[in-house]
């Protein structure tokens, strides 16, 4: 069951579905977002195109498997959640480092780098990978 | 092909090599603390571990654990080199070797422990290293059951153990051992002291072999020989010993703990005497004779004298010795002629002299002849049981059937096969054993023998520190002779030569009567075997009952529970107001609610799935919509998304199903709608009490509060994910990663199985 409508109309939103899916996932700290919606919207973006071309041809734009990413996905959740231990804290206590701040000025975070959002990183790819990996296995039995 | 065979076998070689050196140099730094340890000093190591939970890695030198440590790390390095040669072109040696190192060092962590919490996580490791040792010919179905079984009982009592050790920690308000036992008074006036007692010894019990547990020992003899030597004679089981005798300054006070090791240690003694005498393999003749020094052990833990601790004291190095020797030896035998049974063995005296000069050392020994240790140990133990508290009669009566039998059988191990004449035909023409695995018993044998000649080589170093340990003063213990007159140990002594030669004589038609008897009478080995047949029927029989595999009973029976939950509730705890105003609703919030009750009707009322899905993610979008017009878009994003999921998968899903069938299906509908209609009633009640109560904003407040100042984020659903609660994030994307993991295992093994069948 090949759409050209759907096809066409796919290749574009994938990637701004995708694109769209980062920018939830980073601006999650302070408005509505982060990595289980981004990482929801993402694989919603390969779904589409499973949907549009064949689950063999969203696996291979997808270029490694699925699973591969989830598993990457919790160990960097893992890793952010241990880097903690380098200064001491506890387990996921939050590291933050804020580039050029200038502490003069009150409030002034300049760019805020933080474990925080690696972990974030981490739940956005366990989300995208586990999802594809059911809705692909899901697919291709049928 | 030989060539590599070669390498392969010297590539074993090298593994034997370094792990039998790492064992060395553990035995040459336990050694090095010898001096200090017999000038009376106890030398602490710790690590913290859980400090909040007072569990810590500490570790005490004295006496009695340094022994502990000398005879593991000593006999672990003769064991590793009699390996090397004795399974070295065994494919699989390299894994053995490492099984057998991971399993010395967790014996040495039991023994040293000086945290009850640690102790036991040595104790398992012991456990489930033991496991893979006795189930290394996990090919045959009697190694796997043996190496489950040895598990399963020592696990049990381990769990039980735990329970008491945790008891104890409270009791004592503290888990390190060397604080409890300068804390005894407060341990023995303990309202649990009677449980901590029994759970303590179930533990201790159970590793050690003791009656009525003592049947998966001789099934242990599955595992490669110098796993039974290293395992089942000279450490592992001799864990449980270890743990009475470490306890012992704080239990023996306690009018229990004398009677039930008296009473158990002796009837496991004389028990495995006999039913050593009953077997005519050689190996479970040795293990049997291993529960007689076990129960001996224990018996003489019980005790409160003098000569029965120094007893214990030389008795444990003793049999290590020759234990460990003998099965060496059995070993030998078996490589060498390819057999053990003591029926055919005959004539080996001349092919395999040195096997039979440590045999004959290490029999003499067990046998109690001087001037071998077992000698001392004998006389010392004859010398502890007339002194003894409980019945002198019923002790010396029950050390003597014992020791007389143990000479009976150490003829029959040590003597027959070698110089009686051969008799049947063996199935390899004798051979003597390689020099790996002829050092090892000879020179515990000669152990055993300069020791009898020279007793003041352990006394001091040895014997005096673990009377030391046990009762508070090494001066308490007693001095190791060979000769010490006439006395009344020595005139027992030679009545047990004189009754164990009596029943060398007609041994043979003795083991028929035995092993008649012993066929006619049903054995905890069968009964364990029907208990857990038993547990495998009720397990069955309960996942038939939770675990129908019908879908839709799992569904009715969750909501069923949420029903009767709420409602049980309400009915007993009353239901309290509700509130029943509905605050300023708008024209938008009633579209919304028609939209959810007409997309619910539309899945009611359809017969195609794919309009059903459709409807229900319809209702989805209207519950989304509901939390957007209520302030929450984090949640309204996730739900939106969620549902376009949840359509898309279950929408493949139904593609190969069949149409709703009306027919088979009308007979649940009533039913199916009672539930609905029930779920949907209590969860609008608990809704509308929840409205009436005032909301408790504290949390609300503390995360606006803090969110921005300590976590650096204005949205505070996502910081609580990330920052507040990661952990509990964590926990759940991992359940996502293995849900996702399963669901992709199970689809895979359907579309293979799919396949096939075409």
């Not at chain 2, 533990?203 to 030597?229: C, D, E, R, Y």
């Amino acid at each position: 069951m090949k759409s050209i409508i759907l096809m066409a109309g796919t290749r574009y939103l994938v990637g701004v579905l995708l694109v769209f899916s980062l920018y939830m996932l980073w601006r999650g700290h302070n408005e509505p977002g982060g990595g289980f919606i981004g990482g929801l919207i993402g694989a919603t973006s390969f779904v589409l195109y499973a949907i549009a071309f064949g689950t063999e041809a969203a696996r291979r734009a997808l270029r490694v498997m699925p699973q591969t990413v989830a598993a990457v996905g919790l160990g960097i959740a893992l890793v952010a959640g241990l880097a903690a231990a380098l200064a001491g804290d506890d387990l996921f206590t939050g590291q933050w480092l804020f580039l050029g701040a200038d502490p003069e000025i009150e409030g002034d975070k300049g760019l805020p780098l933080s474990t925080v959002l690696v972990f974030d990183i981490g739940v956005y790819l366990v989300v995208f990978g586990a999802i594809l990996t059911l809705v692909f296995a899901m697919e291709e039995e049928i | 092909m030989a060539e590599a065979e070669n390498q392969e076998q010297s590539g074993g070689t090298q593994t034997g090599l370094a792990h039998t050196l790492v064992a060395a140099a553990l035995f040459l730094w336990f050694f090095g603390f010898l001096d200090r340890i017999a000038d009376g000093e106890a030398v602490r190591l710790a690590w913290d571990w859980a400090p909040s939970l007072g569990i810590s890695f500490s570790f005490v030198f004295d006496g009695l654990s340094l022994t502990f440590a000398l005879l593991i790390s000593g006999i672990g390095t003769l064991i590793h080199l009699y390996s090397s040669s004795y399974l070295g072109g065994h494919p699989q040696y390299r894994r053995f070797a490492l099984y057998l190192t991971a399993f010395m060092v967790s014996m040495l962590g039991l023994v040293l422990a000086d945290n009850l919490i640690a102790l036991f996580v040595f104790w398992e490791l012991t456990t489930i290293t033991s496991y893979l040792l006795i189930g290394f010919g996990h090919e045959t179905t009697n190694g796997r059951r043996s190496a489950l079984q040895a598990m399963l009982v020592t696990g049990a009592g381990a769990l039980a153990m735990l329970a008491g050790f945790i008891l104890l920690g409270r009791a004592a308000g503290t888990f390190e051992i060397s604080e409890i036992l300068l804390r005894k008074d407060l341990v023995l006036a303990h309202d649990h002291f009677g449980a901590i007692l029994i759970l303590v010894l179930l533990g201790a019990f159970t590793k050690s072999a003791q009656v009525p547990f003592h049947f998966w020992l001789p099934n242990a003899m599955a595992a490669p020989t110098p796993v039974s030597a290293f395992l089942h004679s000279a450490t592992m089981v001799k864990g449980g010993v270890y743990l009475m005798a470490r306890l012992y300054p704080a239990f023996s006070a306690s009018e229990v703990w004398v009677w039930t090791l008296t009473i158990f240690g002796a009837v496991t003694a004389v028990f495995a005497s006999v039913m050593a005498l009953r077997q005519t393999d050689l190996k479970q003749a040795l293990a049997y004779t291993t529960l007689m020094a076990l129960g001996t052990l224990t018996l003489y833990l019980g005790q409160s004298s003098e000569y029965a601790i120094t007893a214990f004291a030389t008795f444990l190095i003793v049999h290590s010795f020759y234990k460990a020797a003998l099965f060496l030896v059995v070993g030998a035998i078996d490589h060498g002629t390819g057999t053990r049974d003591a029926e055919i063995l005959g004539g080996l005296g001349r092919a395999m002299p040195f096997t039979a000069l440590a045999a004959a050392l290490a029999a003499a020994s067990m046998a109690g002849l001087p001037p071998f240790l077992g000698f001392i140990g004998k006389e010392l133990l004859y010398a502890g049981s007339i002194r003894v508290e409980t019945s002198v009669i019923f002790v010396t009566g029950m050390v003597l059937v014992a020791n007389a039998l143990m000479f009976t059988v150490s003829a029959i191990v040590a003597f027959r096969p070698f110089w009686r004449p051969s008799r049947g035909r063996l199935p390899v023409v004798p051979h003597e054993a390689p020099w790996q695995m002829l050092a090892g018993p000879l020179f515990l044998a000669a152990c055993g023998t300069a020791f009898g000649i020279f007793p003041g080589l352990v006394q001091h170093t040895i014997v005096d520190p673990i009377v030391g340990s046990l009762l508070g003063d090494p001066e308490k213990a007693k001095e190791l002779h060979l000769w010490a007159g006439i006395n009344v140990p020595f005139v027992l002594s030679l009545v047990t030569y004189a009754i164990g030669l009596a029943l060398y004589i007609p041994h043979q038609s003795i083991r028929g009567a035995l092993a008649r008897l012993d066929a006619a009478t049903p054995t905890m080995d069968d009964w364990w075997d029907a208990l857990l047949a038993g547990f495998r029927r009720f397990a069955r029989w309960l996942t038939a009952i939770l675990q129908p595999g019908d879908l839709r009973t799992y569904l009715a029976t969750t909501f069923m529970v949420v029903i009767f939950g709420f409602a049980g509730t309400m009915l007993v705890r009353g239901l309290g107001p509700l509130e029943l105003a509905p605050t300023n609703l708008q024209w938008s919030d009633w579209f919304v609610f028609g939209l959810i009750v007409g997309s619910t009707g539309v899945v009611v009322a359809t017969s195609s799935r794919i309009t059903a899905v459709a409807a229900l993610g319809v209702g989805g979008i209207g519950v989304a919509l509901t939390f957007i017009s209520f302030g929450a878009p984090d949640v309204a994003i996730t739900q939106l998304l969620v549902e376009t999921l949840v359509v898309v998968l279950v929408g493949v899903a139904m593609l190969r199903m069949p149409f709703l069938d009306e027919l088979g299906s009308r007979d649940r509908r009533p039913a199916d709608a009672l539930i609905a209609v029930g779920v949907g009633v209590v969860v609008s009640l608990v809704v509308l009490a929840v409205l009436a109560q005032p909301i408790d904003l504290r949390l609300t407040e503390y995360f606006e509060k803090t969110s921005a100042k300590e976590a650096f984020g204005q949205n505070i659903v996502n910081v609580i994910l990330v920052d507040f609660r990661a952990l509990d994030t964590f926990g759940e994307i991992s359940v996502v990663l293995i849900a996702g993991l399963a669901s992709y295992a199970l689809l895979r093994t359907t579309v293979k199985h799919g396949r096939d069948e075409e």
